[in-house]
C-alpha cells in the first residue's frame, strides 16, 4: 500500500524554523518525484516545490524562494521541507504527494497524497 506521512508542523514565530518530513512506504523514491503543497483557509491549494526523479533538481514557488529547501534521501524514503524565516502567510496545512517517471519540471499530476501538517507562523 503506498502512503505518505507528513510530520513536523507545529507553532513558530515569524522568523522562526520549521523541518516538514514526508516519510514514504509501499514504493522506492527512485524515479518519484515529489512535491509539497499547501493551503490556507479560504485558499486555494498552492505548490510550493518539488524534488525531481531525474536528477534531484528542485524548483520553489516565487513566494517561499530563498526561505525554503527541499532534499531528498532515498535510503530513509523520506523528503524534507526545510523552512527558515517564516511569515504569518505561511500559516497552511502542508502536504507531499508523490508522482512515478522521470521528469525535469514538476509534474502537474500527482498519484499519491499525504494527510498534511498544520504549520502556524504567529507572534
Known amino acids: 500500500q503506498v502512503q505518505l506521512v507528513e510530520s513536523g508542523g507545529g507553532l513558530v514565530q515569524p522568523g522562526g524554523s520549521l523541518r516538514l518530513s514526508c516519510a514514504a512506504s509501499?514504493?522506492?523514491?527512485?524515479?518519484?518525484?515529489i512535491g509539497w503543497f499547501r493551503q490556507a483557509p479560504g485558499k486555494e491549494r498552492e505548490g510550493v516545490s518539488c524534488?525531481?526523479?531525474?536528477?534531484?533538481?528542485?524548483h520553489y514557488a516565487d513566494s517561499v524562494k530563498g526561505r525554503f529547501t527541499i532534499s531528498r534521501d532515498n535510503g530513509k524514503k523520506t523528503v524534507y521541507l526545510q523552512m527558515d524565516s517564516l511569515k504569518p502567510e505561511d500559516t497552511a496545512v502542508y502536504y507531499c504527494a508523490t508522482r512515478g517517471g522521470s521528469y525535469y519540471m514538476c509534474p502537474k499530476v500527482y498519484d499519491y497524497w499525504g494527510q498534511g501538517t498544520q504549520v502556524t507562523v504567529s507572534s
Open positions: 509501499g514504493f522506492t523514491l527512485d524515479y518519484h518525484a
Open positions: 524534488i525531481m526523479s531525474s536528477d534531484g533538481s528542485t
